[in-house]
């Protein structure tokens, strides 16, 4: 394995991962069928495919996690069998998840350490993997201080530390399952720096990811899945973004969002000095200050943490603040009697709120019983004590048909629908309410593109209703596309805010690390 | 989509348990040199063969039917309620106080009277560990168990020291009057030309659980209130996002709870005693938590499952009486049954649920969506 070699044009050598045949099925569901590659050593691979292509069975299936029912793995030429993690790190593979497997209170050493210590003593294993940790920070210009505790570090460097614990397991193979939904765009390009120069230390990289724009800047190869088929292997130089877009979705799709100019009204939503401190005594939101207008989307950018669900939260009514919301000329009860969710409906506030399976769906709830949540007291929905169940079928029969949720089915349980469809559910809730002020939390996340085009466009017509609408999403392109406006929330501040039409990702991504303002 | 249907999860799953305990209790009554299929056909006969025995299995399942309701509700709002034992002593006591101190003239208003002060002291004993789960977090399972001591200690204080009839030895009270002495199934049968067994207990208690069990299906799959209790049993934080006060329904679904352990007095107390006594409930609030599991926490799973018991209860009391097979291996029984329909569900549940899916599989080569549906 050279550092020469870097575009894996060099066929003759053994491919550092090979799959042939690799079929997974979970009950009726084939979430994997026949799925065959060759990696190269020293290159980036990437996977790309929509939520439910496939992808992370896969990936568990390398990683030993699940077993697949049919199907080869050859690790360096050599035909290796992996029936768990012990035995996929021992062949050289290394995984950083989507969720750090960290230990919050624990040091980085502590942490690298963890499940590799050499005896029953720990100072020999620490001094140990001191000096090897050392050797790797320099060797791939990870600086991570060792004796830093993993709670006081950034994600940034949470993630390093996961790419180290990797390296010191002498991975030689890394698989990196979405990682920048949690970094800023500075970060994630710090990432890619990093995974550059492991890439010529001759490391193997399988980087598994919906966005399209970091498989074009990284990858040297790109793998597409659909509904647990690999539809295609291409190398990255010879496609194109619209070229990988098909290949997800089988059709052409819009990346774009049409939508006219905004022609904003009175203000709907005036919120002044709003401070929220969450149930660990920690203030989240630290003093903002925001108006969204009738006929406009306001979007909020930020990485992931920075204030923005707590501010969703203060609004839905389920968590309480200090300070003053007015909406649509009434104050709201920030942290009394009238400060819960039901109390917020009946001030106009619909909620789409982020986390659609905690929060916005009772999954094991059908759905038309779903479509009632939040509303089940609605004189529409009842017959005195008891509920009118036989009204909400009809209800929901005519919005699963209005947006478009498949299969159309009120009796299925929610779990049972896409994350695509129980979106859609809980935006046929909470639009045709015609409330006054829309929030919504993350409209897309775990959507497939396909679905996405669709929710993008309800939004979209109900701010040309003349409604306000407070996005919050951790996709700058998604807020870019939607909003009429953006506000950056970083460490529980505004930094800014921008007309969407006159700025860029580049002015937001340095906002949302909070430099500037 | 279910793996299996509905007919199996609610039906085939339980039998199968049963099946599995009765089997294992065949083999220990064949280890300690007794006959089971003597054994089996005995309790058959003196639970089910004759009108004495439906009466005591009735009184007995009456018992259950209360105390598994309990349980069964407060599981929907993700609550354990083991206090079901502290609760129906309470509701005893409750029981006792409407009896001896009220002079009804009906047996009718007696028992009006009587249900609702034995829900009310029943809910009142629910009420101090539902507050401190709801505003202070201290787990249910152990305050609620801890409210059983203090229920038996409480009952122990009173029936000594207040409400012994002067001159008396035993802890008990006096003798309820005639007026609130309730009509058993024998008096109330006798006019419609059936006869029934004068020395069984079974009583018209037996109507209210019913109707309990009615009520509390309208109350948990056809009210808003259900609706919300369910929603929170499900995700609280949902619940929270909804609207839906984890406070309050801490509270109710607890209150409900503590009311429905508390009625079982109308059934042991004023039925079949017709006076309080100390242990008067006799474990039937635990039993009621095997009660709620094999019935799946569904009213007419409850009811099934406590006839059930009561027949265990009342086959086991013939074994002991009439063979050499001791008392305690007649709790051993008991104790599998609810070992393998309670606790060790998926055991049954996990090979069970991949037959099925195999014989899908077979059925259907392809993944059996819909064809008219195409997931996008």
């Keep these: 394995m050279t550092a020469s070699d870097t575009l894996g044009r060099q066929e003759t050598a053994a491919p550092a991962i090979e799959l042939k045949g690799i079929s997974k099925a979970f009950g009726p569901v084939q979430a994997n069928k026949d799925i065959s590659i060759r990696v190269q050593p020293g290159t980036i691979h990437g996977i790309i495919g929509e939520n439910g292509a496939g992808k992370s069975t896969l990936m568990s299936i390398l990683y030993g996690f699940y077993k697949a029912d049919a199907g080869e793995i050859f690790i360096a030429g050599r035909k290796t069998d992996i029936p768990d993690s012990q035995a996929a790190i021992a062949a050289g593979i290394g995984m950083v998840f989507q969720h750090f497997k960290l230990v919050e209170n624990f040091t980085v050493l502590e942490n690298i350490i963890l499940g590799a210590e050499d005896g029953g003593l720990l100072k020999p294993s620490l001094s140990k993997a001191r000096k090897t940790l050392v050797e790797l920070e320099q060797e791939y210009g990870l600086n991570v201080d060792p004796d830093a505790v993993i709670q006081d570090l950034g994600v940034g460097m949470q993630q390093r530390v996961e790419i180290l614990k990797a390296l010191y397991r002498q991975a030689d193979i890394l698989i990196l399952d979405e990682p920048t939904g949690v970094l800023t765009p500075a970060e994630a390009d710090q990432l890619f720096r990093i995974l550059g120069r492991l890439r010529e230390e001759g490391k193997t990289i399988i980087l598994i990811t919906h966005k399209l724009r970091e498989i074009m800047e990284t990858t040297d190869t790109v793998s597409v899945m659909r509904r647990g088929e690999m539809t295609a292997t291409v190398k990255t130089a010879e496609t194109s973004p619209a070229e990988l877009a098909e290949l997800m979705v089988g059709r052409k799709v819009l990346l774009r969002v049409d939508k006219k100019p905004a022609t904003p009204g009175e203000v709907v939503l005036d919120i002044k000095g709003l401070r929220v401190i969450d149930e660990q005594g920690v203030e989240r939101v630290k003093g903002i200050d925001l108006q969204v207008r009738a006929g406009e989307i306001v979007g909020i950018a930020g990485v992931a943490g920075n204030g923005q669900s707590e501010l969703l939260e203060v609004l839905g009514g389920y968590a309480v603040g200090t300070g003053d919301i007015v909406v649509s000329g009434q104050p709201l009860d920030l942290s009394g009697k009238h400060s819960d969710g039901q109390s917020r409906r009946r001030s106009g506030i619909a909620h789409v709120p982020e986390d659609r399976q905690r929060e916005g769906l009772i999954m094991d709830y059908h759905a038309w019983e779903n479509t009632a949540f939040g509303y089940h007291r609605d004189p529409a929905y009842s017959k005195g004590l008891l509920m009118d169940n036989a009204a909400i079928r009809r209800d929901t029969v005519g919005k699963m048909e209005r947006f478009d949720v498949r299969p159309p089915d009120p009796n299925l349980a929610a779990k049972n629908f896409s994350g695509g469809n129980q979106q859609k559910i809980v935006l046929a809730r909470e639009i045709e309410r015609n409330p006054d002020l829309l929030l919504v939390g993350q409209p897309t996340r775990g959507v497939d593109i396909g679905a996405i085009e669709f929710i993008h466009q309800q939004i979209v017509a109900l701010r040309d209703q003349g409604k306000a609408i407070l996005l919050v999403s951790v996709e700058l392109e998604e807020i870019l596309a939607l909003s009429d406006r953006v506000a950056v929330m970083f460490d529980g501040h505004i930094m800014g805010t921008r007309l969407s039409a006159e700025t860029d990702e580049k002015e937001l991504g340095l906002l949302m690390a909070g430099v500037g303002a | ?376």
């Design chain 2, 1 to 376: 989509m279910d793996v299996m249907p509905k007919w199996a999860e609610v039906i085939l799953v339980p039998l199968i348990s049963l099946l599995l305990a009765a089997i294992l209790s065949a083999l220990v009554i064949l280890a300690i040199g007794e006959d089971p299929v003597a054994a089996v056909k005995l309790m058959v006969s003196g639970a089910l063969g004759s009108t004495y025995g439906w009466g005591y299995t009735l009184y007995y399942a009456t018992n259950f039917m209360f105390t598994g309701l309990a349980v069964a509700i407060a599981f929907h709002a993700r609550l354990f309620n083991i206090g079901g034992e502290g609760q129906a002593t309470l509701g005893g006591l409750g029981v006792a106080l409407a009896c001896l101190y009220i002079p009804w003239p009906h047996w009718s208003l007696a028992l009006v009277g009587a249900t609702v002060m034995a829900g009310l002291f029943g809910a009142a004993w629910a009420a101090v560990p539902a507050f401190l789960q709801a505003k202070r977090g201290s787990h249910i399972v152990i305050t609620t168990i801890m409210f059983n001591f203090i229920a038996a200690a409480v009952l122990n204080y009173v029936l000594v020291n207040l409400m012994r009839p002067a001159g008396s030895m035993d802890p008990a009270t006096a003798r309820f009057p005639e007026a609130a002495h309730l009509p058993t199934l024998h008096d109330m049968l006798t006019p419609l030309g059936i006869s029934f067994s004068k020395a069984a207990p079974a009583n018209v208690s037996l109507l209210v659980a019913v109707g309990a069990c009615i009520l509390l299906w309208v109350l948990i799959w056809r009210t808003k209130l259900g609706y919300e209790i369910r929603a929170y049993g499900h995700s609280e934080s949902a619940a929270k996002y909804a609207g839906i006060s984890p406070v309050k329904i801490t509270m109710v679904a607890m209150l409900i709870s503590g009311a429905l352990a508390g009625m079982m007095a109308i059934n042991n107390v004023m039925g079949e005693a017709e006076r309080l006594v100390l242990n008067a409930v006799e474990g039937a609030g635990f039993i009621g938590i095997a009660v709620a599991l094999m019935g799946r926490s569904h009213p007419l799973g409850v009811f099934l499952a406590a006839i059930l018991f009561g027949f265990l209860y009342q086959g086991g009391a013939e074994l002991a009486l009439w063979t050499s097979i001791p008392r305690e291996l007649i709790v051993v029984i008991q104790a599998l049954v609810i070992l393998f329909t309670g606790a060790l569900d998926n055991m049954v549940r996990m090979p069970l649920e991949r037959m099925f899916l195999a014989a899908r599989m077979r059925r259907a080569p392809k993944p059996d969506r819909k064809p008219t549906t195409p997931a996008q």
